[in-house]
């Protein structure tokens, strides 16, 4: 109903010669075919995943800019940055307020791009095809002394990620983050379609590498054994450590904050 008026009104603004701009967030094509991370991550699930559930992500926050988010000030606004401001504030007169101040916007926003940005940082990112990713290869010599440093090992990397990601209640996602302040990376969890550099967060923290331990990630192979999951995505060569490598450069020299390399394909569409 909200969606047929603005399209009428953007009819209307079209017959009186006005124009308003919109962006239109669309999913590339993946680098690689959905059936490559067999046997660790099944075909039917990797093609669901992506072409199915992140494109409904993808439509639901077209049309929350559409609707329920009209008058916000964020028709134009990169994905990275609509993430951001979930939970943040900036600064009006003498207080602060909410930098998206519909709650209904905000939540649409939470839900939409956060599932948006997390299934692109997830695919496009920490994902890459079985037998060529070599973690002593294809990690970059800062990221492996990063890991060491924090952590002991590789191995108890493995073992602190995998408690995260089978603790997780319900639907969620574990990370491993670079945080500035501590100048550190850790573990961590988000609920739902949570991402650490939502506002909601603090101290801000970068996320290079993420799983997504929604059933829809892994119920069809499975069942209820996430940890079977974990224990193929950690073990499986299925990560893309030259990807994770650059983000962690990009978080460690300060350039995460402004990274468009999460911003998906957006095209703008004129009314
Ligand atoms: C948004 O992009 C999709 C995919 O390219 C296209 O099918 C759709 O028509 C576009 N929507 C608008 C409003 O331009
Ligand atoms: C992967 O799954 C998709 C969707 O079911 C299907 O179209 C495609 O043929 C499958 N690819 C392989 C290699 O099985
Ligand atoms: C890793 O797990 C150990 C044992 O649970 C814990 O003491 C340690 O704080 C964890 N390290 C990080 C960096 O998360
Ligand atoms: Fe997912």
Request: aromatic letters at 12%; a positive charge; charged letters at 10%.
């Amino acid at each position: 109903m909200a969606r047929h008026l603005l399209l009428a009104l953007a009819f209307a603004c079209i017959t009186a010669g006005c124009q308003a701009h919109f962006v239109n967030f669309t999913l590339p094509n993946l680098p690689y075919s959905t059936s490559v991370f067999e046997p660790n991550i099944d075909n039917t699930t990797m093609y669901l995943h992506w072409f199915k559930h992140t494109q409904t992500y993808a439509t639901k926050l077209n049309d929350a800019i559409l609707t329920t988010c009209l008058g916000q000030g964020l028709a134009l606004t990169p994905l990275s940055q609509l993430v951001q401001k979930v939970g943040a504030t900036v600064p009006c007169g003498s207080n602060r307020c909410k930098a998206i101040r519909n709650t209904d916007c905000e939540t649409a926003i939470r839900h939409q791009a956060g599932g948006l940005y997390n299934h692109g940082l997830f695919f496009l990112h920490t994902l890459a095809p079985t037998g060529i990713q070599n973690y002593n290869v294809k990690a970059s010599n800062a990221l492996r002394k990063a890991i060491t440093s924090a952590f002991g090992s590789l191995d108890n990397f493995k073992a602190n990620f995998t408690t995260a990601a089978t603790g997780v209640f319900g639907s969620g996602w574990t990370w491993l983050v670079y945080t500035p302040a501590t100048r550190k990376l850790s573990i961590t969890t988000t609920p739902n379609q949570d991402n650490p550099i939502m506002g909601l967060y603090s101290p801000k923290s970068y996320p290079i590498l993420g799983l997504d331990v929604w059933e829809h990630a892994y119920y069809l192979k499975y069942q209820n054994k996430r940890a079977d999951y974990v224990a193929a995505f950690l073990g499986g060569n299925i990560i893309n450590w030259a990807g994770v490598s650059n983000l962690y450069d990009k978080a460690v020299t300060g350039k995460y904050p402004s990274l468009n390399v999460l911003d998906l394909n957006q095209t703008t569409w004129v009314a």
